[in-house]
């Protein structure tokens, strides 16, 4: 029985399935984080008049999300594939962008 090497190993167990999968999770959850903090931020920027600005940013919020949870999965499986530490640290350097108010 002879060693197998890396290449022959995701062949045959298909490894880089799960990592795709996570990895679509992972930027899925953090897709739907930035269209809701994206929406809420800027939903309402360009309707001051009659209230208007208030219905922009509540679509904004609806919107907002379920765009960053496609976006993010999609983006997500295709990183994770080959690379699921990219995905991590894209996740990562966008919380700490948002927690430090480097966000906008």
Known sequence: MRE????E????SGAGFWD???????????GFAAGAAYG??????????LGI???GQLVGV???PIVGVIGGGVLGA?????DSAS?????????????NGAFK
């Open 62 to 64: 609806i919107v907002g």
């Open 53 to 55: 600005g208030a219905f």
């Open 87 to 99: 995905v991590t640290a894209i996740s990562t350097q966008w919380l700490n962008n948002f927690v």
């Open 20 to 30: 795709s999968v996570t990895s679509a999770i992972t930027l899925g959850a953090t």
């Open 9 to 12: 190993i995701s062949e045959v």
């Open 40 to 49: 809420g931020i800027h939903g309402g920027d360009n309707g001051g008049i």
């Open 78 to 82: 295709v990183l994770g594939w080959n």
């Open 4 to 7: 197998l090497n890396v290449m």
